[in-house]
């Protein structure tokens, strides 16, 4: 891109970010609308803030771009964050689960979304190969430096899934991958097509009261993430050959002092 357009497209983000902020949501939007116009690839997640403003259709996901721009940037800082600021822990309330059902082992770990490898870290006892991916490579970067896996790329997670030939996982774990996918039956089917039977899937998701998704089974909330109803993600994992064994209520995170409930699924391949 060059220059000036980079100048024009952080002015056009800029403007919409503060008319997003002073409440003014049609005005934030036409400059939303500019923002996608100058960069389709939406770096800056305008459609996904448009959304959440109720100002734009829902997208299936959240753009890669935006998604690899913004773990990539948080990177060095993401595990403090994530973790001490936003009081995120969902890593161990799954170790935990796991080992109140006593599942404690396991021969092959696919961490989706990895990050930094929280996740690897909270589970390495228990698996005895674990294979990491995520989108940010700088994130990547640092979940190798703490040699927690195996085995790590940097991919998108339904780009792997459909290509991989590697043996079959016993355990796919994706904590904190929901909130940037809407429509969930494509990482479900990619996942069973990759797992043993008998194999559990588990991954985190956020939720809303159910007025706010308007009779969708999924919606963007206002900080930009998705949320998805209990019944949808049940209903996507029995069509794509999962029985859910749980979907405990659990505090996703913390955001602007404001608790984030979500749901922490244990699935079965059947």
């Known amino acids: 891109m060059?220059?000036?357009?980079?100048?024009?497209?952080?002015?056009?983000?800029?403007?919409?970010?503060?008319?997003?902020?002073?409440?003014?949501?049609?005005?934030?939007?036409?400059?939303?609308?500019?923002?996608?116009?100058?960069?389709?690839?939406?770096?800056?997640?305008?459609?996904?803030?448009?959304?959440?403003?109720?100002?734009?259709?829902?997208?299936?996901?959240?753009?890669?771009?935006?998604?690899?721009?913004?773990?990539?940037q948080h990177?060095?800082?993401?595990?403090?964050?994530?973790?001490?600021?936003?009081?995120?822990?969902?890593?161990?309330?799954?170790?935990?689960?796991?080992?109140?059902?006593?599942?404690?082992?396991?021969?092959?770990?696919?961490?989706?979304?990895?990050?930094t490898g929280l996740t690897g870290g909270a589970l390495e006892?228990?698996?005895?190969?674990?294979?990491?991916?995520?989108?940010?490579?700088?994130?990547?970067?640092?979940?190798?430096?703490?040699?927690?896996?195996?085995?790590?790329?940097?991919?998108?997670?339904?780009?792997?899934?459909?290509?991989?030939?590697?043996?079959?996982?016993?355990l796919v774990a994706a904590t904190d991958v929901l909130p940037y996918l809407g429509e969930l039956e494509p990482l479900f089917e990619a996942v069973a097509k990759n797992v043993l039977s008998g194999a559990l899937f588990c991954f985190s998701s956020e939720t809303l009261p159910e007025e706010d998704f308007q009779g969708h089974p999924y919606t963007v909330g206002g900080f930009q993430r998705f949320a998805h109803t209990e019944a949808y993600v049940r209903a996507a994992l029995d069509k794509t050959g999962f029985d859910c064994i749980e979907a405990g209520d659990i505090i996703v995170r913390h955001e602007q002092g404001l608790p984030i409930a979500g749901h922490l699924f244990v699935a079965r391949k059947r």
């Open 125 to 170: 006892d228990m698996v005895d190969d674990a294979t990491g991916l995520d989108l940010a490579e700088n994130m990547v970067e640092i979940a190798h430096e703490k040699g927690l896996y195996d085995t790590l790329y940097v991919a998108d997670a339904l780009d792997f899934l459909e290509d991989n030939d590697d043996d079959p996982f016993d």
């Open 2 to 72: 060059a220059k000036t357009d980079d100048d024009a497209l952080a002015e056009a983000y800029n403007r919409a970010l503060a008319l997003e902020k002073s409440g003014d949501f049609d005005g934030a939007a036409l400059a939303y609308a500019e923002v996608l116009a100058l960069d389709p690839e939406d770096h800056g997640g305008a459609s996904v803030r448009l959304a959440s403003m109720k100002r734009g259709d829902v997208p299936l996901r959240a753009p890669e771009a935006y998604v690899t721009t913004l773990f990539d």
């Open 75 to 115: 990177a060095e800082v993401f595990d403090k964050v994530l973790v001490e600021d936003l009081g995120y822990h969902v890593p161990m309330l799954l170790r935990q689960r796991l080992t109140e059902l006593g599942e404690t082992h396991f021969e092959r770990m696919l961490d989706l979304g990895c990050g």
